[in-house]
C-alpha cells in the first residue's frame, strides 16, 4: 500500500511537471518567436535608424533573462545559450546602428527560436 | 564545475539507490525480461546527466520516475493477470522430460547442450539419467526433478521423526556483544564468559563469533584458532 502511494504520488507528480512545462514552455517560446518576427519587420522599416528599436529589444531581452532560469532546469542549456548569444549580438548591431549585421542575427534568431519550438514542443515529430 | 559534478553524481547516485529500493530486492539473476531491462536503462539513464553538466538533471530524474511508474504497472500487471505475466515474462519451458532431451525446447529457448549441462552442473547433476524433469523458469533459473531413486533422502523418506533444527543469532562478534541479540536469548554478558572460560577465552574480546541456538548449542571461535561447539542447557523460545 506503501508503495502504491509513493508510485501514485511521483505518477501525480510527473502528469503535473509535464502539464505545467508544456504551458509554460510554449508561452515562453512563442511569445520571443512572436517578438522576434515582429522586429523583423520593423528592422525592414527603420532601416536607416534601428537604435529605435534597441529598447524593445531590451526588453525581449529582459523576459528572455527572466525566463532563461526556469528553462535551464528543463532544457539542454547549450540550447538556450543559443538564443541568449544571439539576442546580446542583436543588441550590439542595434545600438551601433549595423543594419546589415543586425538582420542578419535576426535570421538566426528567428531560426534559433523556430528550431527551439521545434526541439522543444511536444509532437509527434519530437516523441518518435 | 567540479562541485556541480560531485553534486550531481551524489543526487543520482542516491535517487537509483531509492528507485531500485522502491523495485524490490530481487537480484540480476531471478529478474523477469521486463525488471531486466528497466534495470538496464535506468543505470544507462543516471550516467548522461552525471557528466553533462549542459544538460538538466531533470533529462534523467524525470525518465527514471517513468521507468519507475512503468515498471509498477508492469507488476501490477504481473500479479493480477495470467495473460500479462505470458507476455511479459514469458512461461516456464521443459527441458528435460521423463523421455529424456527435449531439443524442439531447447532450441526456442536459444539454448545449446553446453548451457542445459552447465545449468545442470550448478544444481549438483552430472547425470541426465537421473533427471525427470528440468525446467527453465521466466527468469532463466533452471529447476530439476531428479527421479526418485536419485533425489536426495529425506527423513520422511526414511520414516523417521527429526527435530526441526533452530535459528542461531549472532551473541557476539568481532569482540563485541550484540545487544539486541542476547536480550532475544535472555542471556547477559557473564553468562557468555561463564560458558566460554573453559575453552580458553579470557574476555569477550576475545571473540570471533558466537552463535546460540534455541536448543541451547553454542558455536563460537576465537580469533587464530578452531572454533569450539557445545550445549549451554540454555534453551529459548524465538
Redesign the interface.
Known sequence: MK??L??AI??A??IM?ATFEAITVSNIINYVDDEVNKIYQEYELNKNDITVLYPKLDEIDEYWASKEWWL???????DLSAVTDSLNRLLAYTKNNDYDNAIAEVEVLRGITEKNSCNMGFTLQNIL | MTYTLILRSIIIYILVLFLLRIMGKRQIGQMQPYEFVITLIIADLATVPMAETALPLAHGIIPLFTLVCIHFIFTFLEQKSDWARKVLNGKPVILVDPDGINYTNLKLCNMTFNDLQEGLRNQGYFNLEELLYVIIQTNGMMSVLPRAQYAPLTANAMKITVDNSSLPIIVASEGKINLENIKRANIDEIFIITQLKPYGFKSIKDILLMTINSDGKIYAQKYNSSFVSFDSGKKGDW
Open positions: 508503495k502504491q509513493t508510485v511521483i505518477a507528480l510527473l511537471l535551464c532546469l528543463m532544457f539542454n542549456h547549450k
